[in-house]
């Protein structure tokens, strides 16, 4: 039995959909176990282009069971378009298995998360407004709803009913919004119920099952490390845990379960919404990656903003998560310049730092310290051997590998599937 955590180890969008992809036909079962449909993933298979945001990338390689664990927050109709989408190409989700635990992100979530952005004004986090932070909030406070719950028939006009008053007063009396209308929401939800009961499931068992089969389980992250609730740049943060310590709450197996822990790195940094980001480029630099790598938002269409390879973070992300791996992707969108600069430091007072620090207002004052690369040739995509990557995209990659003590075990040089050196594992 092997079990494969696979997550992002900046801000997210590193690119991790198509790692998942390749090691999910490794695989018995892949699952989701945190996050929303906030994730974006975007998979190239056999030439075509998927965009996923709450269904396990494991479900373009055929035969594969695909499980939404308890630790992730389902918009029912989000779920439904997704479905839909992969049906129109053919994709089958008849390997879809939902968690009975699983908290739903309800339209009262999406409504306060856009109030409560607003709300925010200048200190907005940015969020995707998709009522991630809300519905997390809910399942904290012991007030969430669950896909057991919408299987009730009996029960469960009660408790929306209760909810639904709860939050039209927090609604309409802290924010001056306007109350949701109970029946029309009852309605939706009878539809969602009956849509989704084939899907709906004790996922926990069926992990367990598949453990004690000598199975191999692929735990596919969304977000990144930095957009932690405990370990990323709070409050800028996403609600979730996207590191490897949100497998286990958030799939319900043990830690013996997890034998590997793959961190995706992008060969620079990107981050979209607001908050701290040390290395982020101003500069022509920061625009001509953007355009060339297509830094725009999967699920928001935002820009992301750009900036150098910054090792205090990637070193943390590998420090708090157990990395036994690195999967460093968007080696050939960095390629094509003269000079290419990594973060080996913080300069925080004259002081070097190598920790990423806590406080934002420290943060603030953080300057990089770079050491600077030769560049290379863009024109990676051919490239299958680690040997005949150009002399400078090696010393690169060495780089990260000394100052951080893991190994790279696979780099992206295109965005194609195949487009890929796999070095182990
Ligand atoms: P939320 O998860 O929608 O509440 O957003 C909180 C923060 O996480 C914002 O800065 C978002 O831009 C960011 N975020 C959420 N999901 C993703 C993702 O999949 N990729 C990158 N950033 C994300």
Redesign the pocket.
Known sequence: MSGIVVF?AQ???EGKGRFVDYLASKADVVVRYQ??N???HTVVADGVTYKLHLIPSGILSKGKACVIANGVVIDPSALKKEIDYLAERGVSVDNLYISDRAHMIMPYHREL?ALNEKKLGDFK??????G??PCYKDKVGRTGLRMCDLLDEESFPEKLKKCIEDKNEIITKVYGGDPLDYEAILEEFRAHAKYFRPFVCDTVSMLQEYKEAGKTMLFEG???ML?DIDFGTYP????SHPNTGGVCAGAGVGPQVITDVIGVVKAYTT?????PFVTELFDATGDAIREKGHEY????G?PRRCGWLDLVIVDFAAKTSGITGFAVSRMDTLGGLDKVYVCTGYDIDGKIVNTYPASLETLAKAKPVYKEFEGWSSDLSSIRKYEDLPDAAKTYIEFIEQQTGVPVVMIGVGAGREECIYRGL
């Open positions: 992002g801000w997210g969008d996050g929303g906030n994730a974006g998360d986090i940015g969020t995707t407004g998709n991630i932070g969304a977000q990144g957009l800028y943060v996403t609600s981050r979209v919404g607001e908050g938002g999967t699920t928001t935002r």
